[in-house]
């Protein structure tokens, strides 16, 4: 079965640099997802793309972060400039165009980020 | 707003007992979907089982079922003769269409863990 892939999938990095999570959609999927899982709670919707342009954007998908389609496969999210709070596993994930709102999202097994 | 309420944060039970996880969610939307995802130890989401809001039929999958009352707003997860390795945090997700994609608000998960 086609999986959605991420790398890395430990990412350690100090506060105020800049770092790129890259995913691998299922590839005939045309909707790109970022959420984020911080340790013990809940996951929180980041982004989705559609079309090689943000559809929706949540309150913390602020100026730091940014997602980019550099070809036809990759899905990168990049935030400019961690802070200790960004620290989070951080899932990609990507569902059908045809059945937009009504197939699963495939989640990859998600980036661990750990900000220092 | 869409929400997703999970009232148990952990349980714990003994191997081969039955367990029913609660979900209960809250939208305006008359079309939506309804998702269970198992978040093992390795931290991975691994789909489960999708519902739309038209089909309140219950579902058994193996020693898995759900239980879908549209009229209390809720999708409850029972696993019957548990096994340690159904330990892991569940989370139930709801899905709303905007603008094509889709909309997903997790609960907060109830973590789960089955003792020999």
């Known amino acids: 079965e086609p999986e959605v892939t991420q790398t890395p999938s430990h990412q350690v990095t100090q506060m105020g640099q800049e770092v790129i999570l890259r995913c691998v959609p299922i590839s005939n999927h045309l909707y790109f997802y970022w959420y984020r899982q911080i340790l013990g709670q809940k996951v929180e919707f980041l982004v989705s793309f559609y079309n090689n342009e943000i559809s929706e954007k949540s309150e913390i998908f602020d100026d730091q972060f940014s997602v980019e389609r550099p070809d036809g496969s990759n899905f990168t999210l990049k935030i400019r400039s961690t802070k200790l709070e960004d620290s989070a596993m951080y899932f990609c994930?990507?569902?059908?165009?045809?059945?937009?709102?009504?197939?699963?999202?495939?989640f990859g097994n998600g980036t661990r980020l750990t900000v220092t | 707003a869409q929400k997703v309420t999970q009232a148990q944060t952990e349980i714990s039970v003994v191997e081969k007992e039955d367990v029913t996880l609660d979900c209960v969610y809250e939208t305006r939307d008359t079309t939506y979907y309804l998702f269970w995802y198992k978040q093992p130890p390795s931290g991975e989401l691994v789909f489960l089982i999708r519902?739309?809001?038209?089909?309140?039929q219950n579902e058994i999958s193996g020693r898995y079922s759900w239980n879908f009352q549209k009229s209390t707003s809720s999708f409850n997860f029972t696993i019957t003769a548990s096994q340690v390795v159904d330990s892991a945090v569940y989370f139930c997700a709801l899905s709303v269409p905007s603008g094509g994609y889709q909309k997903v608000t997790f609960g907060t998960g109830t973590k789960l863990q089955v003792i020999p």
């Open positions: 994930a990507s569902s059908d165009e045809g059945n937009a709102y009504n197939s699963p999202l495939h």
């Open positions: 519902r739309n809001s038209f089909d309140e």
